[in-house]
């Protein structure tokens, strides 16, 4: 098939393309104001902002995809309450920009990254995709317009839509050249390990409150590839599933306790952190209940949370700045 991926050059973007590049023909749109054009480099790219209407008039008449991977978003917690109107805008209103381009050229299939930020403050763990959704930040209630904006789509013109509401991602693919760079970096992972390699200072678990907590606090962790294997899946189902909703994550939680121990086995070094006040819109526990998308599309995580860490460790030793130098 022909698959349109917005955000292409990000970090799951570019672990997507890689996977479905076997199969299918492509093309990527991104600004490059997040992505990385090192990741892509042999893939076709139209370079602009996905809520371009020119820009997707070009897109959709010269490449005429049969399906859109829509993967562009801001995607920071901390960020989307110091500017929640621009999450606002990027994730919602240009979702809507993105859906009714589809509509006008006809294009009826869509795979749409959402995230689990719009489950908010679960009550029950493993959280399944019909619990609550009670977003308790910017980032979370502008992932959840636009899915509010899919289903109103599916409904009233036959778009068919797989949302998958993705978990905390890490791990890299050294091999293939494809990792994690974000400028700033705020994911838990990578800035431990560049505390403990002395890339960076101390790390602030500004998310944990005080070193106890670290006992607590469950997230759920998914390697990239396993996300894009998720995302290749979907593209066999999506043209007859309607509207479908799953959560991609390893459907088990690793404390914060536990991360730091294994990362201090793993390096033989202390991991230099200190604990700061809770921020505000992170959960306690994140965990996905996974037995549906198991159930109806065969997936389930290929990576182990050891697999996770080892490649990530492989993947900043040898990119210590990331894409930029190597």
Known sequence: MKICITGGAGYIGSFTAENLRREHSLLIIDDFSQGHRDAIKDYPVLEGDFGNETLLKEAFQNFHPDIVVHLAAMAVVETSFLDPQKYYDTNAVKTGILLESMRKFGIQNLIFSSSASVYGMPQNIPISEDAPLLPINPYGESKLIAETLIRTASEDWGLNAVILRIFNVAGAS?????????????????????????????????????????????????????????????????????????????????????????????????????????????????????????????????????????????????????????
């Open 174 to 326: 050294p091999e293939v050249g494809l990792g994690e760079d974000h400028s700033p970096e705020t994911h838990l992972i990578p800035n431990l390990y560049s505390a403990v390699l002395g890339y960076s200072p101390s790390f602030p678990l500004e998310g944990y409150g005080e070193p106890r907590s670290g006992e607590n606090v469950l997230r759920d962790f998914v390697h990239p590839a396993d996300v894009a294997e998720a995302i290749g899946r979907s593209t066999a189902f999506v043209p007859r599933c309607g509207l479908k909703i799953y959560n991609v994550g390893s459907g088990q939680g690793r404390t914060v306790k536990e991360i730091l121990g294994m990362l201090e086995e793993q390096t033989g070094r202390p991991v230099p952190v200190r604990f700061e006040k809770a921020r505000p819109g992170n959960p306690l526990h994140l965990v996905a209940n996974i037995t549906k998308i198991q159930h109806d599309l065969g997936w389930a995580p290929r990576f182990s949370f050891n697999e996770i860490l080892n490649t990530t460790l492989k993947w900043m030793k040898t990119h210590p700045h990331g894409y930029e130098k190597k």
